[in-house]
């Protein structure tokens, strides 16, 4: 064959490969690309995930970036396409389980600080209620000196009036020399003693006593019980001069009734003349029937007698 055919041949070959290529199809986006990036995207739109995740995100992004170019060789483009698509699912998996991470420190942060707190709290009121309970302690240790001071003061002051503890309580007795003979007018030398009851009447404000006469048994029953109850009524009206009320006050003719010794001798005789005053603390030493501010006790008063202490 000669030369000229030889380079006709070429040139046709040539004109014919040019052909075929213009008749291919163009390279375009692999199939699926479109979806992978907006999965991305929505993933992207929470900044936590992308910042729990920032290099498998960046991973996914260069995989999706190089699988979205156009490629004429679709095998290969699928091939990108599903490896982007692993590399954004991964960069979620690892973001979500990191966030877990993180919630479950959280979590367990705020139930330890839950647990100090309360702990505190325990402390805070074990603490108080100690605390409460040494001011109560401390507080009824204060009422009990303060009781016990009262009662020593209170027994001093018993003392003060010579005052003897007995069965009905404590009596302050007034003898036979606080009245001359048959008489019911007080003698100076008593009134000392009576004093020193008004001071302690006015102290001791919730106090009260019962003023009881008593006589020998010489004379007759009612003479001796309108003197006693002279005697008594004489003791309180001396009182409420001194300003105590006179319904702390209350009279008890006895007459020769109560005797503390016996009346067969001079010296047993001296000793029932007299007046007891009982200090109690709101309720009388003893029933008896109160008239006009004079109590008699188990004797009754001839009709002559009690129109006197009327009139």
Not at 225 to 243: I, P, T
């Amino acid at each position: 064959m000669s030369a000229l055919n030889i380079r006709f041949y070429q040139v046709a070959g040539m004109a014919s490969l040019l052909v075929l290529s213009g008749c291919s199809a163009p390279a375009s986006k692999p199939e699926g690309a479109d979806n992978v990036r907006a999965k991305l995207i929505h993933l992207q739109i929470d900044s936590q995930l992308t910042q729990s995740a920032p290099l498998e995100f960046n991973n996914a992004e260069q995989a999706l970036l190089s699988a979205e170019q156009p490629r004429k060789d679709e095998v290969l483009g699928r091939h990108l396409v599903m490896v982007a698509d692993r590399k954004v699912d991964i960069a979620e998996a690892r973001a979500k389980s990191r966030l877990l991470v993180l919630e479950r420190k959280q979590l367990s942060q705020q139930c330890n600080e839950a647990k100090l707190a309360a702990r505190d709290r325990e402390v805070n009121m074990a603490r108080s209620d100690a605390m409460q309970s040494k001011a109560d302690t401390e507080k009824l240790r204060m009422e009990a000196d303060a009781e016990r001071n009262r009662s020593q003061e209170f027994q001093q002051q018993l003392g003060i009036l010579n005052a003897k503890a007995t069965n009905r309580g404590m009596i302050m007795t007034l003898g036979d020399l606080s009245f001359a003979t048959g008489k019911a007018q007080l003698q100076p030398n008593v009134l000392t003693d009576l004093d020193k009851l008004v001071v302690f009447l006015n102290k001791y404000a919730d106090r009260s006593i019962v003023i009881e006469g008593n006589t020998d048994s010489v004379g007759s029953k009612a003479l001796n019980l309108k003197l006693s109850q002279h005697r008594a009524s004489a003791v309180r009206e001396y009182l409420v001069g001194k300003g105590i009320n006179s319904g702390r006050l209350t009279v008890v003719a006895n007459g020769e009734s109560n005797p503390l010794d016996t009346n067969e001798s001079k010296l047993g005789r001296q000793h029932n003349r007299r007046v007891d005053i009982v200090i109690s603390n709101t309720e009388m030493s003893r029933p008896a029937a109160i008239l006009n501010g004079l109590t008699i006790n188990s004797v009754e008063f001839p009709a002559d007698i009690l129109k006197e202490n009327k009139e």
